[in-house]
């Protein structure tokens, strides 16, 4: 059973507890949310609750819930009863229930994967404060973008250029890149950004710190798209092509594209 704007993906029971990935994918849900709240209840005994008290602007969150490897090996073969509520309040008045989930879960005797590998990069905030609040709008050198499906990966390379590659098995082949750096600017440090202004750079030095533009993706466009500050992301699918968009994430039923950077081995 599941009511409400906010959805419940991929839930497991496995050792040693519970995963589950929340979808906040929906236009009655604000964005951002001014907090969040969130109880588990497992088999109406092992209770965990959340509270986030910043703003929230991820549209899909992972969740890992153990509940101890004493605890969880006893009930492996039976059906667990999981219950996963969420809320948010404004300053002042009562809170808005969200998400209501009851669902029995096999318990299963093997330990959970939760896949937290991005396909997706949203806008960074308007003022970014520390490292941690630009993180998800941002590949560091080595970090990638893998499509839904495992089918391609967009990786930040210690060069300076942002690649797609196919990834079939062990045989993962090139497909397109950025313009290799002239020189070596960022001295080995490079990230790749999409920033709040609606466009997506990769730069030498370290994300608090830019030190030269080596590429954007208006400027490689020749300007041929508009710029939608705090309204957009850059996103890679199961065909290779990745592109930006309008819209919240991958899951915004309102997304609209904006400007292909590669289009796939097959167009």
């Not at 667990?80 to 229930?97: C, D, M, R, T």
């Not at 993180?135 to 391609?152: D, F, H, I, K, Q």
């Not at 497909?175 to 709040?196: C, H, K, S, V």
């Not at 954007?216 to 699918?237: I, K, R, V, W």
Request: contains cysteine; charged residues 15%.
């Amino acid at each position: 059973m599941l009511t409400g704007p906010a959805k419940v993906k991929k839930p497991q029971a496995a050792d040693p507890g519970i995963s589950f990935i929340l979808d906040l994918y929906d236009n009655e849900i604000p964005d951002p949310l001014p907090n969040l709240r969130v109880e588990i209840l497992v088999a109406d005994t092992y209770k965990s609750i959340v509270n986030i008290e910043n703003q929230v602007q991820d549209r899909e969150m992972v969740f890992s819930v153990p509940f101890g490897d004493t605890a969880y090996a006893s009930q492996i073969g039976n059906p667990l009863l999981v219950s996963i509520k969420a809320y948010y309040n404004f300053e002042g008045q009562p809170p808005v229930n969200i998400l209501n989930f009851l669902e029995n879960l096999p318990a299963q005797g093997s330990s959970y994967q939760v896949v937290t590998t991005r396909n997706y990069l949203p806008h960074a905030p308007e003022a970014s404060t520390s490292v941690d609040s630009l993180y998800p709008s941002t590949l560091l050198v080595g970090e990638y973008l893998r499509s839904p499906a495992n089918r391609y990966i967009c990786l930040m390379e210690p060069n300076g250029q942002l690649s797609v590659y196919s990834a079939n098995g062990d045989n993962i082949q090139p497909l397109w890149q950025t313009p290799e750096p002239e020189g070596n600017p960022g001295r080995g440090n490079y990230f790749a950004t999409m920033q709040y202004d609606g466009n997506f750079c990769i730069y030498g030095g370290a994300p608090m710190a830019p030190t030269y533009n080596v590429w954007n993706s208006y400027q490689a466009s020749g300007g041929g798209y508009t710029m939608h500050p705090d309204d957009e992301f850059l996103s890679l699918d199961d065909q290779g092509e990745l592109a930006l968009y309008t819209g919240k994430g991958p899951g915004d039923p309102d997304k609209a594209l904006l400007y292909i950077l590669y289009s796939g081995p097959d167009q």
